[in-house]
């Protein structure tokens, strides 16, 4: 702890990562993750039974442990792109959290505490150790979540763009309207959870120029929206309610683990905040990725290079 805001990490395409890997084509069909790389191995699934849950998980590669940890809506195969490149050289798992896709829904909708849980006993199923952890948006919450209850199997945590609304400025305001609008969509039209789903998008950028939804994919990505729209009902009722919880800021500031927070330039401003908040407990700044947006699978090449560099 203690850098200094000169000392901040930043992250971009030009501090000249390549995809470390014998091919580097990456799919064209509309059906696959554009970023998955063409001839890259398959992973070896599981359905672990943890927490009287059974967990849809996929392991890739060999080497120091990486685990991602999605949103409710993001399933292991909207991670493809960012595991494959870094099982190069790592050990990487990925999962579709109780709730999401492939894995059951019992005792769900779940706090973090209990996502939690599930990590760290999926972390223990395996029989890994000083595993680097990268949670992303509502992940991020339950990564942070992951490093307080259960930090002894980590060696790094990096909390990208956590939702925690209630440490920033503005930030219960937004959380307050977005609550709002998904609850009067649901109101009109009850169980649409694409179109809640869509509400929530375009009212977390209203205030911001240029941008007419959080979800928006950049040219060429729009297989990721096809994607997550399966799990739709898991972000609203499952991730939405993560956004109220609180953390103690001592625990955050004295947690043994390396932690990190970390936001991308192209993301809302929010989230921005959030992280400086939050690596402010630690007397730390936060990792700046440049040109990455909220929706961290949209860039697997930042996103392995910054993993990396904490493995």
């Known amino acids: 702890m203690g850098d200094s805001a000169e000392d901040q990490l930043i992250f971009g395409i030009e501090c000249g990562f390549r995809p470390r890997h014998s091919v580097v084509e990456v799919a064209t069909s509309f059906d696959m993750n554009p970023d998955m790389l063409v001839g890259a191995a398959e992973p070896t699934t599981k359905r672990l039974e943890i927490e009287g849950v059974r967990i849809y998980t996929e392991v890739r590669g060999s080497g120091d ?3 991602l940890i999605g949103a409710a809506d993001e399933d292991a195969e909207m991670y493809r792109g960012i595991a494959e490149r870094l099982a190069v050289f790592h050990t990487v798992v990925t999962y579709d959290r109780r709730g999401t896709g492939r894995s ?5 909708p779940s706090d973090s505490a209990r996502h939690a849980d599930d990590a760290a006993a999926l972390i223990t199923s395996l029989n890994l150790s000083d595993v680097v952890v990268l949670g992303a948006s509502a992940g991020g919450i339950v990564a942070l979540r992951l490093a307080l209850l259960h930090p002894k199997p980590l060696k790094a945590v990096l909390s990208f763009e956590p939702g925690i609304f209630g440490v920033a400025g503005g930030g219960k305001a937004l959380r307050r309207r977005v609550e709002g609008a998904v609850n009067d969509h649901l109101k009109l039209k009850p169980g649409d959870w694409q179109g809640a789903t869509d509400a929530l998008g375009r009212e ?13 994919p950049p040219p060429g990505k729009e297989w990721f929206v096809r994607q997550a729209a399966a799990n739709a009902e898991s972000l609203i009722r499952g991730d939405l309610p993560l956004t109220k919880e609180s953390f103690d800021p001592t625990s955050v500031a004295d947690c043994p683990v390396n932690l990190r927070f970390s936001y991308g330039t192209a993301s809302l401003p929010i989230f921005g905040a959030v992280a400086k908040s939050l690596a402010a407990l630690r007397d730390e700044s936060p990792d700046v990725l440049e040109g990455v947006s909220h929706s961290i699978f949209y860039h697997p090449n930042q ?6 560099a904490w493995t």
């Open 204 to 216: 977390a950028v209203s205030s911001v120029d240029d941008l007419t939804s959080l979800f928006t």
């Open 104 to 108: 059951d829904r019992a005792n769900w």
């Open 65 to 67: 442990p990486v685990l």
């Open 303 to 308: 996103a392995t290079e910054y993993i990396s």
